[in-house]
């Protein structure tokens, strides 16, 4: 039988917490009225890629339920591929995520480090342990290697990482075998993070530079899907579905942002037209770039110093309509509870990432004095700060069922994750190996996981508002990197602005 699970006691900040949460609860269901310890909730966001970490871990390493990983990876192509991140649930180390996952990550850091407080340290190391395996995945020219694992032979197993013995198999893309999408993802990774870096540590800064610009290079000169030279080992896991062309824009706003290169303004103004019309301008997550694109470019536009960029920020603007309830004909959903949801499983993915873009828009108008025009109304950035932080009120906890979809925050949260690392025992309290089919009944148990992936954000609920807390529901109950990353960033500003 795995241990039961064993809860930390609560810091008296938190014990504080409860007790408002529970008083606000005997008033009206799932409306604190108290607002929520987003510092706290940052904390363990950041906390969570820890979690996630594979390779060789550090003597700091605070998730100690978690050992080393996957050592030898890349070492029977002749490379060091070690590091990294699994994306979620299992122990695949998946590039395209994990590219989207630093570029995000970055971003949060760009935006609203300077809210972190004594965070900031953390965060820093959670985009240093992706950036340097992208400098690892990077380091022979004109090749990218996207993936270490295979996928399917992987998920047979309910198996610990530091268990892991299905083929470590490493997949690549090349001049023969071209892919721009992840190859542009992780362009705009390296170029994202050496913003992050530029002041903090200029040498490391420049390495990353220095990359983005030769791996761009690559991924705008051979172009193509990584999906269609690496289907069978890609696909359905992080197929790219949605076309490279979005990556590559993506990666030339990076890099000009980051370098300021004429030739990645031109880049810009000579592929503008890629992102056209239409429903999928309205999204952003780890295949389609293009909402990011539109508000990342924006700024320069709100800021005065780009006017002919405009086209971008009338994209932004008819976006964001989109989000804000009775605002646009073209609208998002919501569910009953008031949390925004699009369809396809993992919902919070969208969430967060979507949240995170309106607070961002929202300062860059704010700092430029102006607000959206939504048909005949306009939106002010206020309205767009008070929706993004509906969202994530509604994932701390301001929801039907009145729980946190982080683990590890507030009272109730989701105690049996789809995640092998966390619903296995500890190699700390059960050293044996546990192999592949010998992990089913812990998937399978009704037990509570018994390691806690603290500040893991999971799939979240359904439609309606349900949410079952069951493992092979992974839609509902897997967390991902990419959902976590952009959180990082509303958490920080939300834990320095309370109350906007
Ligand atoms: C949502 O989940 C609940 C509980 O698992 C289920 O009863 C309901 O049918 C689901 N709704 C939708 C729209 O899938």
């Known amino acids: 039988m795995p241990p039961r699970a064993r809860l930390p006691s609560p810091p008296p900040s938190q014990l504080l917490l409860l007790l408002l949460l529970s008083m606000a609860f005997a008033a009206q269901a799932g409306q604190p009225a108290e607002g929520h310890d987003y510092s706290d909730a940052l904390r363990k966001s950041i906390l969570f890629f820890e979690g996630q970490r594979s390779g060789k871990l550090p003597p700091d390493q605070r998730l100690r339920w978690r050992g080393d990983s996957a050592l030898r990876d890349g070492a029977a192509e002749g490379v060091d591929l070690t590091g990294g ?191 056209g019309a239409g429903d999928t301008i309205n999204e952003f997550g780890w295949d389609n770039k293009h909402a990011g694109i539109n508000v990342l470019i924006s700024k320069e536009v709100l800021m005065g110093k780009a006017a002919y960029l405009e086209s971008f920020k009338n994209n932004a603007d008819s976006f964001i309509c989109s989000l804000l309830p009775g605002m646009s004909t073209l609208q998002v959903q919501y569910s009953p509870g008031g949390l925004l949801y699009k369809t396809g499983g993992s919902n919070m993915q969208h969430v967060t990432s979507l949240s995170f873009l309106l607070l961002a828009y929202s300062n860059y108008l704010s700092h430029s004095g102006t607000a959206v025009q939504c048909g005949g109304s306009a939106a002010s950035p206020a309205e767009l700060r008070r929706l993004a932080k509906r969202q994530v009120d509604y994932i701390l906890g301001d929801n039907p069922l009145g729980m946190s979809y982080m683990v590890g925050y507030g009272a109730k949260f989701p105690r049996r994750i789809h995640h092998r690392g966390s619903s296995l025992p500890s190699v700390r309290t059960h050293p044996a190996r546990i192999g592949c089919k010998a992990g089913s009944k812990y998937y399978l148990s009704p037990a509570p996981n018994p390691n806690l992936l603290v500040g893991a954000v999971v799939g979240g609920p359904n439609t309606t508002d349900a949410f079952p807390d069951s493992r092979p529901y992974f839609q509902q109950s897997e967390p991902t990197t990419y959902i976590n990353a952009p959180f990082v960033g509303l958490l920080a500003y939300f834990s320095a602005h309370s109350h906007p």
């Not at 180390?93 to 480090?113: E, N």
């Not at 380091?139 to 309910?158: I, K, S």
Request: charged letters at 25%; aromatic letters at 14%; proline letters at 4%.
């Open 85 to 275: 991140y699994y994306d979620a649930g299992d122990n695949i180390k998946f590039g395209f995520p994990m590219a989207f996952t630093a570029t995000l990550l970055s971003w949060s850091v760009i935006d609203f480090g300077r809210n972190m407080g004594d965070q900031l340290g953390e965060a820093l190391r959670a985009v240093r342990w992706a950036t340097d395996y992208i400098l690892k995945a990077t380091a022979v020219p004109e090749t990218v290697y996207v993936q270490v694992g295979d996928a399917f032979r992987d998920h047979g197993c309910w198996e610990r990482p530091e268990d892991m013995d299905t083929p470590r198999t490493v997949y690549k893309v090349n001049r023969a075998h071209p892919g721009s999408d992840v190859a542009g993802e992780s362009a705009a990774a390296l170029a994202a993070a050496s913003i992050v870096f530029r002041f903090r540590d200029p040498a490391y800064s420049r390495r990353l530079l220095d990359r983005a610009v030769e791996v761009f290079e690559f991924a705008d000169k051979y172009r193509g899907a990584y999906s269609s030279s690496l289907r069978p080992a890609v696909c359905p896991f992080y197929c790219d579905f949605d076309g490279y062309q979005d990556e590559l824009l993506w990666g030339a706003a990076w890099l000009h942002k980051a370098s300021r290169r004429r030739e990645y303004r031109e880049y810009i103004l000579r592929n503008e037209q890629i992102l």
